[in-house]
């Protein structure tokens, strides 16, 4: 960002990965994150906390899907709950077929 030039018109996003509900909501209100990253393993508690953080944050919030067998009752749960969208590798990718 330090080199861009003033006619360029593409602005870069910023996306922070975060693992906590205090790390996200810093890194959205102080660290200027366009977008959040979250990961974590217990999907319940996933969900509980995307609820908390949807009320408390203004910007995306992305669930990371490192569980490789989440059901589509578990992916619905979490867009209700407040998720914009899901982040995972090509590998998975296919699971949400």
Do not use: H, W
Not at 67 to 86: E, I, P, Q, R
Request: aromatic letters at 8%; charged letters at 15%.
């Amino acid at each position: 960002m330090l080199d861009s030039k003033s006619e360029l018109v593409v602005l870069p996003l910023v996306a922070r990965i975060v693992q906590t509900v205090d790390a996200a909501v810093n890194a959205s209100k102080s660290e200027g994150a366009d977008f959040l990253i979250y990961g974590g393993g217990d999907l319940n508690r996933v969900g509980q906390e995307v609820g908390s953080l949807y009320e408390s944050v203004k910007i995306p919030i992305f669930v990371s899907c490192v569980k490789n067998n989440m059901s589509y009752a578990d992916a619905s749960g979490l867009l209700a709950s407040g998720a914009s969208g899901f982040v995972t590798s090509l590998a998975n990718f296919g699971l949400f077929g």
